[in-house]
C-alpha cells in the first residue's frame, strides 16, 4: 500500500496512536560495503512502486536507475520523468516489456513492484538473467515460493522480500524482547489486519469496458487465467481477486506475520497447523476474503490468531505481555520493566537496518544475505497461504513444514499450487 494511504488509514479505522517508540538501536545491515554505484531498473511502477520504492533509491548516492518498466504507458512515461528529473537528463530508459530490462548487461538488479502473480515469474527469470533482485510480498502460492526458493539459491542471487517491518524500531524491539524472554515462555500471538474496508479507499468499476490505449492487458494478466478488462480488476484493486491475490490476509498479513514468526524463532519453518473461519467476497469480480478468524499453532506449543478488523500485533508470555496497536503506533506492556528493559550485550541481537532498500544495496555489494532473505518470505506466505487454504475447505488443514506438505490431506495438497497460462508456466521458465 501506498505509504502515506496506509497510516491515514490505520488512524482512521483503528483511532491508535500513530507515535514511534523513542529506545535506542544500532541499526545495522550488511557492513564495510564498498562504494561500487548499483545500477538499477524498476519493474512495476504504479503507486507504490514510485512513491515508496523508487523514491527510496533516488535517494541514495551509491544507486543509479537506467530503466522503468510498467504495461501502463502512462505510469512507465511518469516515473521517466521522475526519475529523469532527479539526475537532470534523459538517460532513463522506459519499457513495456519487463524482459527488455533484464537482457540489458549493464543493469545489476532490479526491484519487482507488480502484482502478486507476477512476483515468482519475474524474480526468476531476473535470477537467471544475473540480476540480484528486490521484490514485493507476496507470493500467489505455496509450491512456486518453494520454485522461488530453490531458483534464488541455486543463482546465488541476492534476494530481498521487500518487507519494511524489521526496519521499523518498534517491531524490531518487540521481537527481540519477546526472543530473548522478557515477557517469559511466548504463549499466544494476536494479530489484526485491516478487513474490506479498505477497497473503499479506491473505487473503481467492475464492469467489462475496451481496454484502455496505452495499456498491455495482455502482459498485465500474464500467468493469470484470462479475464475481460474492467478498472476494478488492475492496479490497486488486484488484490480483492484470487487470481491475482491472496487478499488482505496475504497483503497485510505478511508485515505482521513476519514479525510474529521473527518473534517466535519460527521465520524458517512455520506453523503446523492452522483453523478458523472466513467469509469471502461475492456477487462481483471480487472473491477473496475479507473477514476472518484464523488459529495457526505451532510446533513449541506457541499459538498465533490472526482476526480481521484493525491493525495490531501482540505478544503474551507467561512474565507478561507487549504490543503495539495501529501501524508503527507505540509500545505497550503490561509492566513497565517489560517497556523499560535493556537488551544485553549477552542477549540475541536480530538483524535490522535503515531500511529494506538500504539493507539490499549493502547487500548486493557484500554478498551477504539480506534481513527477510527469500526462504523467510516464502514461509511467510505460506503460512498465509495455509490460512486461505483453509478457509477455502471449511476445516482445520495440518502442515508439515519440513517437507512442506498438508499432512495427509490430498485435497489441500491439490491447493498448493495454480495452473499458469503458457508461456508463463514455471516449469517452462526455469532453466
Known amino acids: 500500500m501506498k505509504n502515506t494511504d496506509r497510516r491515514s488509514f490505520i488512524k482512521k479505522s483503528a483511532g491508535a496512536a500513530a507515535g514511534i517508540i523513542t529506545a535506542p538501536y544500532i541499526l545495522s545491515s550488511c557492513s564495510n560495503a564498498p562504494s561500487k554505484q548499483i545500477t538499477l531498473g524498476m519493474i512495476g511502477v504504479g503507486s507504490h512502486g514510485v512513491e515508496w520504492n523508487m523514491k527510496a533509491f533516488l535517494e541514495m548516492a551509491d544507486v543509479k536507475i537506467l530503466a522503468v518498466c510498467d504495461v501502463d504507458s502512462k505510469r512507465k512515461i511518469d516515473a521517466k520523468r521522475i526519475v529523469d528529473e532527479k539526475y537532470q537528463n534523459q538517460d532513463c530508459d522506459a519499457y513495456n516489456d519487463f524482459r527488455d530490462v533484464l537482457a ?35 507470493t500467489l502460492t505455496i509450491a512456486e515460493g518453494r520454485v522461488l526458493v530453490d531458483v534464488m539459491k541455486k543463482h546465488k542471487t541476492i534476494y530481498q522480500t521487500s ?161 503495539c496497536l495501529g501501524w508503527r503506533g507505540e509500545l505497550e506492556a503490561s509492566k513497565e520493566s517489560i517497556l523499560n528493559a535493556t537488551i544485553k550485550n549477552s542477549d540475541i541481537h536480530l538483524y535490522t537496518a535503515v531500511s529494506e532498500h538500504r539493507n539490499f544495496i549493502d547487500c548486493v555489494k557484500s554478498r551477504k544475505e539480506t534481513f527477510v532473505p527469500v526462504e523467510v518470505g516464502h514461509r511467510t506466505a505460506s503460512a498465509l497461504h495455509m490460512g486461505n487454504i483453509s478457509m477455502k475447505l471449511g476445516r482445520k488443514v495440518n502442515w508439515d513444514p519440513g517437507e512442506e506438505v498438508f499432512i495427509d490431506d490430498e485435497e489441500a495438497n491439490a491447493m498448493r499450487s495454480r495452473i499458469s497460462r503458457d508461456p508463463w508456466k514455471l516449469e517452462n521458465l526455469v532453466v
Open 104 to 138: 540489458r548487461k549493464d543493469i545489476d538488479a532490479v526491484m519487482i513492484s507488480t502484482p502478486d502473480h507476477w512476483h515468482v515469474p519475474i524474480s526468476i527469470l531476473a535470477a537467471q538473467a544475473g540480476k540480484d533482485v528486490i521484490c514485493e510480498k507476496p
Open 163 to 323: 518487507i519494511e517491518d524489521r526496519a521499523v524500531p518498534v517491531y524490531h524491539r518487540m521481537a527481540e524482547l519477546v526472543r530473548n524472554g522478557y515477557i517469559g515462555e511466548l504463549q499466544n500471538i494476536i494479530i489484526r489486519v485491516p478487513d474490506d474496508d479498505v477497497i473503499k479507499l479506491n473505487p473503481a468499476s467492475t464492469e467489462t469496458q475496451a481496454v484502455p490505449e496505452g495499456f498491455d492487458y495482455e502482459m498485465w494478466l500474464g500467468p493469470a487465467p484470462y479475464a475481460p478488462y474492467s478498472p476494478g480488476r488492475c492496479h490497486w484493486n488486484f488484490r480483492w481477486i484470487s487470481a491475482y491475490s491472496g487478499g488482505m490476509l496475504t497483503d497485510w498479513g505478511a508485515h505482521y506475520v513476519d514479525t510474529a514468526q521473527w518473534a517466535n524463532n519460527s521465520d524458517h519453518s512455520g506453523p503446523i497447523s492452522v483453523e478458523g473461519t472466513g467469509e469471502f467476497l461475492t456477487g462481483d469480480i471480487y472473491d477473496t476474503a475479507n473477514k476472518f478468524d484464523l488459529m495457526y499453532h505451532y510446533a513449541n506449543g506457541v499459538s498465533m490468531q490472526v482476526l480481521s478488523g484493525g491493525t495490531s500485533i501482540g505478544f503474551k508470555g507467561t512474565e507478561g505481555w507487549i504490543q
